[in-house]
Nanobody, 117 residues
């Protein structure tokens, strides 16, 4: 089992920055890919960014050049640096982790990010 806890959400003005962090506990050694998803109000959850255990990253087109994902495998953490935030980035942000031992994806509880115009 893997437990994930997000931190760092909040309210920021457009053009500002926030950093989200997610700490994993439990079977950290089993984690392969980690990532961030978001769910805007009234919309479906969507991928924001992902990072493999060897550091390969992928981003949604809407955040490329503004967001940066990183991870620390030893500590079992994944972070999302969000710069040049826009009101359309407002959403609940979830981190996830793919556990090769459990054969499933685990999710955090979510962190609210609100960007005011």
């Amino acid at each position: 089992q893997v437990q994930l806890v997000e931190s760092g959400g909040g309210l920021v003005q457009a053009g500002g920055s926030l950093r989200l962090s997610c700490g994993a506990s439990g079977s950290i050694a089993s984690i392969n890919t980690m990532g961030w998803y978001r769910q805007p109000p009234g919309k479906q959850r969507e991928l924001v960014a992902g990072i493999t255990i060897d550091g390969r990253t992928n981003y949604a087109d809407s955040v490329k050049g503004r967001f940066t994902i990183s991870r620390d495998n030893a500590k079992g953490t994944v972070s999302l640096q969000m710069d040049s935030l826009k009101p359309e980035d407002t959403a609940v942000y979830y981190c996830n982790a793919d556990s090769k031992w459990a054969g499933r994806i685990f999710w955090g509880q979510g962190a609210q990010v609100t960007v005011s115009s």
